[in-house]
């Protein structure tokens, strides 16, 4: 909201990245359009090939407010459909929403003053995630805990200050375009890679817990765990692509398979005293799944260790498979793409 009517805020585009999307995206987009902010708004929602009802039901939103507008995202990439949606858009303010993101209400009003107090070329907030039924209760438990993701402020929260990355984010314009985009050769891990691209440049990424968007977690134990295998099959090959870009906390679920992995091989051909390790790690997800589960219904919270042992195992199996081909197949394509808006 702007506190002085004679300051014009800057106009803002709204880009959204859609796949089978039915189920949260006339939620998400109302949230954008019920937004406190007074300036200029656009939506562009870049269209992948949904098996469900989210073309139909975009196609239902355009026609009902005049900001709308579609992309089409052949592919289906949520890369290739964020660079679409930027050359599709034409403000200077650039916001990534999911579609099964919500905004809070002041979000991009708050976005907008962050990147004129902090000089930042990107904001952003909190993954504030909220679940609709106990499996989702469990995965959110489990994904804003720190026994499920570590120090990671945008899962967690925290202070604000200067971050390796943030949640979606709010962008100059003028950043993206130095950046070329996002990479289309990285499935996952996209927005890492790209705010280690700004960061290296000499660009601020910022992160606030003003800033929240509220996620809809995975509904199933199978989606889950593809979801955290991409994860971390895609941040080896950021951290194979860009040297330096690794730390301790990436490194801990692979590390946690290793050892399981050959405690269980112990146990079972040398010694009882090997099943020690993957008794160890049940003990202390159970005991981490206690704080993580309070205020939740009981069949919530006897599923947070089935939602963290889930996330960590996928995440380390991911990074200890991950093909050394995908980052030389990164490195043969980097290309900027052409964002000029329209």
């Not at 929602?45 to 009802?53: Q, V």
């Not at 039924?133 to 899962?155: L, P, Q």
């Not at 946690?256 to 010694?271: P, Q, R, S, W």
Request: contains cysteine.
């Amino acid at each position: 909201m702007n506190a002085n009517p004679d300051v014009q805020l800057p106009a803002v585009s709204v880009i959204m990245p859609v796949l089978d999307e039915e189920r949260h995206l006339r939620g998400a987009v109302q949230a954008i359009l019920a937004q406190e902010y007074a300036g200029e708004m656009e939506v562009v929602i870049a269209l992948g090939p949904s098996t469900d009802r989210t073309d139909e039901i975009a196609a239902e939103l355009v026609r009902d407010d005049p900001r709308v507008h579609t992309v089409p995202n052949p592919t289906g990439r949520t890369p290739a459909a964020l660079n679409a949606a930027i050359k599709a858009s034409r403000h200077p303010i650039v916001v990534r929403v999911d579609g099964h993101g919500m905004l809070s209400p002041n979000y991009i009003a708050t976005a907008v003053r962050l990147l004129e107090e902090t000089g930042a070329q990107n904001v952003g907030g909190i993954m504030h995630a909220e679940g609709e039924n106990d499996w989702e209760h469990a995965v959110a438990a489990a994904m804003t805990s720190k026994i499920g993701v570590g120090n990671a402020a945008f899962h967690t929260g925290g202070s604000a200050g200067p971050a390796e990355t943030v949640y979606l984010g709010v962008f100059r314009r003028a950043a993206l375009e130095q950046q070329g985009g996002y990479n289309e050769e990285f499935i996952r891990a996209q927005d890492w890679e790209l705010n280690f691209r700004i960061r290296e440049a000499g660009g601020l990424i910022w992160f606030s817990p003003e800033l929240k968007v509220s996620y809809r977690p995975r509904p199933s134990v199978r989606a889950l765990a593809k979801q955290y295998k991409d994860y971390g099959r895609w941040r080896h090959v950021v951290a194979r692509y860009h040297e330096g870009s690794i730390n301790l906390r990436y490194l801990a679920p692979p590390v946690a398979v290793c050892a399981i992995a050959a405690g269980l091989v112990v146990g079972a051909a040398l010694t009882p005293l090997g099943f020690l390790i993957p008794g160890g790690y049940l003990a202390a997800i159970a005991l981490g799944s206690v704080p993580a589960g309070k205020g939740l219904p009981l069949k919530a919270r006897l599923q947070i260790p089935v939602a963290l042992a889930t996330m960590h195992m996928s995440w380390g199996w991911g990074f200890l498979t991950s093909p050394k081909a995908l980052a030389k197949k990164v490195i043969a394509s980097r290309r900027p793409a052409v964002l000029t808006s329209r």
